[in-house]
């Protein structure tokens, strides 16, 4: 598809002015050329043109508010001059996998202040003496230089830091931990209930227990009260006949 029309199917009917991101990799540019991007991009702050087989940046219209540039993958070799003039604000620029082949070809980025980060990889430039080096010295603003600073340190993935500043990565793995323990206390509350019922049933029967221990007992001491009352019976019987025979003799 070429890139005119990929440009017209992302707006999706809507007008330029309203875009702030576009995307239009592996479309293709027919002469090498930025083809359907024009100035009413005015909102425009994210634009990818990776491998579209650009070999120029003339036809790059004005975007001021633009901040991340891809171009890897294409066929530029020189008039990145063009860049300062129609995107002044750049902090992002991605050149890796074309043919730049000299510090020349990347004097003209002096001029792009804001540049943060510039990526040269796959490109013939890396493969020159004190390369790394040369590039700091000739670009100061650039801080990260194919994903490095002068001290080696990695640069931050933007994208990983605005995931973990929305919540998105860490709400997922929360939510399931959280429905997990709440299972688990509802499992916990039904061993619970079980105990809880078996407690009660057994205590009930203990219970049950003591009282008929306690009613054997109660009919022992009768049981040994009646024994004694007919006992003393007995005996309160027997002294009344030896009285009688006493009276007699």
Same mark, same amino acid.
């Given at each position: ?14 007008? &330029?002015?309203?875009?702030?991101e576009l995307v239009v ?23 990818s043109m990776v491998n ?5 940046? +003339? ?48 004097? +003209? ?41 002068? !001290? ?6 933007? !994208? ?10 860490? +709400?997922? &793995? ?53 024994v004694q009352g007919q ?19």
């Amino acid at each position: 598809m070429d890139m005119r029309k990929r440009i017209t199917l992302e707006l999706r009917n809507r007008s &330029p002015a309203e875009i702030a991101e576009l995307v239009v990799d592996n479309s293709r540019s027919a002469d090498g050329e930025v083809e359907g991007l024009t100035d009413e991009f005015t909102e425009l702050e994210f634009l990818s043109m990776v491998n579209v087989g650009l070999s120029s940046l +003339a036809k790059l219209p004005p975007l001021p508010k633009l901040r991340k540039l891809e171009l890897s993958d294409n066929n530029l070799s020189g008039s990145l001059e063009t860049l300062s003039e129609k995107c002044p604000n750049l902090t992002y620029l991605n050149l890796s996998g074309n043919k730049i082949k000299e510090l020349s070809n990347v004097e +003209a980025l002096q001029n792009l202040k804001s540049l943060q980060s510039l990526d040269l990889f796959n490109c013939e430039i890396t493969s020159l003496e004190d390369y790394r080096e040369s590039v700091f010295e000739l670009l100061p603003q650039v801080t990260y230089l194919d994903g490095f600073d002068q !001290e080696d340190n990695e640069a931050p993935d933007s !994208e990983a830091d605005d995931e973990d500043e929305d919540g998105e990565d860490g +709400a997922g &793995p929360t939510g399931d931990y959280d429905e997990e323990d709440d299972e688990e206390d509802e499992e916990d509350g039904s061993e619970g209930g079980e105990v809880g019922l078996s407690f009660h049933v057994n205590r009930g029967d203990q219970e049950d227990d003591d009282d008929e221990d306690d009613y054997a007992e109660e009919e022992e001491e009768e049981d040994q009260a009646a024994v004694q009352g007919q006992k003393r019976k007995r005996d309160v019987d027997d002294e009344g006949e030896d009285d009688d025979d006493e009276e007699d003799d």
